[in-house]
């Protein structure tokens, strides 16, 4: 089946360090990838995606490149900030299905 | 824009009652998803329609639990009756095959619900 797999969290990090975040993907086909992130007490948001092997996705200084390879799509931000304390959820759809199919998430917490 | 909307926020009930969530999607959106979120399970589909009609209702987990969409701007999520398990946050979700990307979905703040 399809599924998504992210590193398990809680992850926290100091101010300024450097983040990744593992997401792996099993699916038939060619899938879409997408980061979601949950800020505290909102919905998700769509932070970045990739639609085909070797795209990269950015947004708000967050990447991930669509990997085909290793069937991963691991989220990174070369430095990050309090505000980015928040669950990210890894994600994929099938070609030509409407539904996503989502990670377990993983809780980000940045010190000052 | 208004986004999604959900009412109620948070919910407390007792077990055995009934539980009905509302959500608002977008304008001229016709895709509508609920979620349904535990620490536990993590983010589930429960189900989704497209121009009010159910497409995929395999996430519902059984007979309690319904869900309706009268018409493209309103939709229900019933619990009857409801159980402690049932516990968690409920999200709806919009988007369209029209709209400049149909990957996005967008998703409402959410209902907390309790059932003691």
């Known amino acids: 089946g399809n599924s998504v797999t992210q590193m398990e969290g809680p992850v926290t990090l100091s101010e300024e360090a450097f983040l990744t975040i593992n997401c792996t993907y099993t699916a038939t086909g060619y899938p879409s990838l997408f980061w979601y992130v949950q800020y505290p007490g909102e919905g998700l948001q769509l932070l970045l995606k990739?639609?085909?092997?070797?795209d990269k996705g950015s947004n708000k200084g967050f990447e991930a490149t669509y990997r085909k390879e290793t069937t991963s799509f691991h989220l990174e931000k070369g430095s990050v900030q309090v505000s980015d304390s928040a669950v990210y959820f890894c994600a994929l759809r099938i070609q030509g299905a409407q539904k996503l199919v989502f990670g377990q998430g993983t809780r980000l917490t940045i010190n000052p | 824009d208004a986004g999604v909307i959900q009412s109620p926020r948070h919910e407390v009930t007792e077990m055995g009652q009934e539980v009905t969530l509302r959500c608002k999607p977008i304008?001229?959106?016709?895709?509508l998803f609920w979620y349904r979120q535990t620490m536990m399970r993590g983010l589930e589909l429960l189900i989704y329609?497209?121009?009010?009609?159910?497409?995929?209702d395999s996430g519902m987990p059984e007979d309690r639990f319904s869900a309706k969409m009268p018409n493209a701007s309103f939709s229900t999520l019933k619990i009857q009756p409801s159980e402690p398990r049932d516990s968690a946050v409920y999200f709806c979700?919009?988007?369209?095959?029209?709209?400049?990307?149909?990957?996005?979905?967008?998703f409402g703040p959410g209902t907390r619900l309790t059932v003691l």
């Open positions: 329609f497209n121009n009010n009609v159910p497409i995929d």
């Open positions: 979700a919009s988007t369209s095959r029209t709209s400049g990307s149909i990957d996005e979905q967008f």
């Open positions: 990739a639609t085909k092997a070797d």
């Open positions: 304008s001229g959106h016709d895709y």
